[in-house]
């Protein structure tokens, strides 16, 4: 069974843009908080941007002002959008959750790895400068 489902990968030239999609069952959207991260060989997932439960969002340095996270909660469908992308943010992004608790609440680290409980199987994006 495939719980997240990412798409939009490609390939662009830098200054351009993509949006990268996640799909879920709507079983599984409520049940986790959503996050982007990315990796490149060699080197540990980065968390990229988060979304909270109530729509408060989070990125990483070397993303802000050019990524934007979203979701489409009707569709349990998360986003990522990319603009002004530069060669450095060529990696396989994956769509990642951390599962709720009881109480709705999400335990650890939105954009630390080894605080996620679900990934997708990833999306490849190469920016080409």
């Known amino acids: 069974q495939v719980d997240l489902v990412e798409s939009g990968g490609g390939t662009v030239q830098a200054g351009g843009s993509l949006i990268l999609s996640c799909a879920a069952s709507?079983?599984?959207?409520?049940?986790?908080?959503m996050a982007w991260f990315r990796q490149t060989p060699g080197k540990e997932r980065e968390g990229v941007a988060f979304?909270?439960?109530?729509?408060?969002?989070g990125y990483s340095d070397s993303v802000k002002g050019r990524f934007t996270i979203s979701e489409d909660k009707g569709k349990s469908t998360l986003l990522l959008h990319m603009s002004s992308l530069e060669p450095d943010d060529t990696a396989m992004y994956y769509c990642?959750?951390?599962?709720?608790?009881?109480?709705?609440?999400?335990?650890?680290?939105?954009?630390?790895?080894?605080?996620?409980?679900?990934w997708g199987q990833g999306t490849q994006v190469t920016v080409s400068s």
């Open positions: 990642a959750g951390r599962r709720r608790n009881r109480y709705g609440y999400c335990a650890g680290s939105p954009m630390n790895q080894q605080d996620i409980d679900l």
């Open positions: 709507a079983d599984t959207y409520k049940d986790y908080c």
């Open positions: 979304i909270s439960a109530k729509g408060y969002t």
